[in-house]
């Protein structure tokens, strides 16, 4: 059980620290919603919650990489910019690989055409999606936990 604590705590450290997981975490509330609003079929669910995974995933990587370098070698050093420099590109690569697969689950079989109708027969709970949106940029860009 103790591990669980620590891989939660790990992730939510992770979440207090990093912008890009806070914007990730944000993507991914609006691609749930997508799935919802559009009713993706089971085999888009997984592919879905695999691309969250495999970017959360990374993002986490990432940030424990960028730590451990700045930990061990706090002066410049090409090698340690290098390993940084990759661990945020595996991070993007992911980032574009997921994009990609939502482009092709959420833009194909007149899925465009079913969120708008569901957007016009419930315009409360569409208008609630785009103010939520301003307490995610809060979230994202200004939210400073205490330490």
């Known amino acids: 059980m103790k591990n ?3 891989a939660a705590r790990g992730f939510f450290t992770t979440v207090r620290t990093e912008r890009n ?3 990730h975490l944000c993507v991914a509330w609006y691609v749930l919603a997508a799935g919802l609003v559009t009713r ?3 085999a888009e669910w ?4 695999l ?3 495999l970017v959360l995933g990374l993002e986490c990587v990432n940030t424990a990489l960028e ?3 700045d930990k061990t070698c706090p002066e410049r050093d090409p090698l340690i910019q290098k390993a940084k420099d990759a661990a945020a590109g595996g991070v993007l690569a992911a980032a574009a690989c997921a994009a990609a697969a939502g482009c092709v689950i959420f833009f194909g ?3 465009p055409a079913l969120a708008l109708h569901w957007f016009a027969g419930h315009p409360v709970l569409g208008m609630l999606l785009v103010v939520l949106l301003l307490p995610w940029c809060y979230f994202i860009f200004f939210w400073r936990p205490k330490t």
């Open 21 to 23: 997981m806070r914007i």
């Open 109 to 111: 079989q007149g899925r």
């Open 51 to 53: 691309c969250f995974g």
């Open 4 to 6: 669980f604590r620590w």
């Open 40 to 42: 993706i079929r089971l």
């Open 46 to 49: 997984c592919m879905v919650f």
């Open 67 to 69: 730590a451990l370098c």
